[in-house]
């Protein structure tokens, strides 16, 4: 959640209605084409505020913009892409269809993940914390297919974030698809050991999604 003014989920930005803001980013919904959605970068005063490791990060986006999260976020996929089946690929991450310009300044434009009726695909955060609708072992079994994908292709997919994956169903169960996997190519690391070494990446993946599945325990009830 951000600790600065800006833009919420469910407001108007520059007439385009959005659904979903980070700490740099606002992701609206393309008017031009409502499957399809677009990431800003948020002017400098809106953005959640941050320790000194990040501000160095955001001065060089800055004055180099293709280290931007838009230009990170399309780099993973693009390595991705480059290996995965698309098939594989479309089942597990939003589709990246690349950077436009817009009369508002240039922004990474994706696919919208949609149930089958149109509708939005809940976040899991919004499914532990505002509108549950599935047990948890039905969401820890999706947390865990996940992470087997990720292990399975040495993806070092590391920021497995509640607000980030949403969840579509699946047979008799859920899946989840990730809307945001720039961590592949850009983490918190100054030194990105977890990316050069895969037992480490491996590791942290394990870690990271059993904190995940322990979030999810705590927050549903039994």
Known sequence: MSNTPGPRPGDDWNHMTVIGRGANRVCVVDRRDTRQ?????????????????QR???WRAVRKPQRDENHA?????MQLSARLPPED?????ATVLGIFRTVYGQALCCERVTLADGAPAPSLYALLFDHPQYPAEVLCAAV???????????????????????????GEGVRLVCVDAKSVVSGK????????????????????AQRLRER?????PA
């Open 89 to 93: 690929l479309q089942a597990h991450l």
């Open 56 to 58: 160095v990060q955001r």
């Open 189 to 208: 690391e100054i030194v990105p050991l977890s990316r050069w070494f895969n037992a480490l990446a491996r590791r942290k993946i394990r870690r990271r």
């Open 216 to 220: 999810i325990r705590a927050a549903l």
């Open 144 to 170: 865990t297919a996940f992470e087997q994908w990720l292990l399975r292709h040495r993806i070092p997919l590391f920021d497995l974030n509640a607000g980030n994956l949403l969840v579509l169903p699946h």
């Open 73 to 77: 976020e399309l780099r993973a996929w």
């Open 37 to 53: 959605c677009l990431k800003f970068m948020l002017p400098t005063s809106q953005r959640t505020r941050v320790g000194l490791r």
